[in-house]
């Protein structure tokens, strides 16, 4: 069995999003410090779910928190590239999902990372779990 986690190619993810690397992004080394990659993932996947009318960040009663992640590095990005972060759900249940996100350097076939984060959703004033909304599910299940 390898535990080795591999480059994986484009066509595993199944919506992209563009997103265009900062100046302050990279670090001493010359290249996109790891936390800016989580901040990748989350930019990705909660612009996919805005656009789909899924997600209210100010009012909706239901709101997504993140209670793992996880990123595997394989070759650097640095500003100025444009990095292209594909999507997808590798996990839906009741009330959680877990989301996939693979980084591509701009036109690259092979992710130069990819992580995952869940998301735990719960009702906004209890932060209870609660059910998925039928309109989230539906989007999340087309990420499949």
């Known amino acids: 069995m390898n535990d080795k986690a591999e480059p ?9 999003r563009t997103i265009s690397t900062r100046w302050m992004d990279n670090d001493v080394y010359g290249h996109v ?7 990748w993932f989350d930019t ?31 070759s650097p990005l640095a500003f100025p590239q444009i990095v292209e972060a594909g999507i997808r759900v590798a996990r ?18 092979l992710t130069a990372a990819k992580g995952h ?14 059910p998925l909304p039928a309109g989230l599910r539906q989007v999340l299940e087309k990420l499949l």
């Open 92 to 109: 839906l249940g009741n009330s959680s999902v877990r989301y996939e996100v693979g980084l591509f350097a701009e036109g690259e076939p």
């Open 8 to 16: 994986e190619s484009r066509s595993a993810y199944k919506v992209f």
């Open 33 to 39: 410090n790891n936390v800016v990659y989580y901040s």
């Open 44 to 74: 990705a996947v909660n612009a996919h779910l805005i656009e789909q009318r899924v997600l209210d960040m100010e009012h909706g009663a239901t709101i997504g928190l993140v209670i793992e992640t996880q990123c595997n590095y394989f």
């Open 117 to 130: 984060f869940v998301h735990v959703y719960v009702d906004r004033l209890s932060r209870r779990p609660t």
